[in-house]
């Protein structure tokens, strides 16, 4: 049986107000509702290795979700972050910390992980993808164009693969390219797959 078909008789449940992972979960054809939005600090306990910061993320978001899960309801939350050098970059807090951002990555690789948690009323999964992102060199001129035109605020690590950065600069991707985008929803299809087989 098909996963869409499986999912009928659930209520998978998208905590996430990125279009991005909207539009993944629509695109691959799962029967999705999307949650109310609600608050989630996001904080991780200092020395938490940067790999499993997003791990722990997904996590906290799902045990933030206020509303008691009814039985059939599977609720997905996910993080996703930057990594260079081991240090955790996060969304950038003005347009000289995105263009600081995008200097550090420019001709370097580096690490996008996601995290994703499923939760039901009976049962928790969370696991993540990792994928190894590699820039060409660019131009100053070249950063501040895509900072002023794109607007990259939101995003961990300043940048959308899915903008124009992600088609004139990156040279390469190891690993799952939807996964830069937010959501690794190879991934997710097959986890989702095994959580309602259990």
Known sequence: MLLHEKLAPYRLLLASQSPRRRELIASCGLPHAIAPRYDCEERYPAGTPAEEVPLYLSHLKSAAYPEPLAAGDILLTADTVVIAD???????????????????LS?????????????????????????EVHFRPLADEEIAYYVDTCRPYDKAGSYGIQEWI????????????????G??????????????DR
């Open 86 to 104: 081991g240090e955790v970059l996060g969304k950038p807090c003005d347009r000289d910390d995105a263009v600081r951002m995008l200097r550090r």
């Open 107 to 131: 001709g370097r690789s580096h690490t996008v992980v996601t995290g994703v948690t499923l939760r039901s009323p009976e049962r928790t999964r969370t696991f993540g993808a990792r994928s």
């Open 166 to 181: 992600g088609y004139a600069a990156i040279e390469r991707i190891d690993g799952s390219f939807y996964n830069v985008m």
């Open 183 to 196: 959501l690794p929803i190879q991934r997710v299809y097959v986890e989702l797959d095994r959580f309602l």
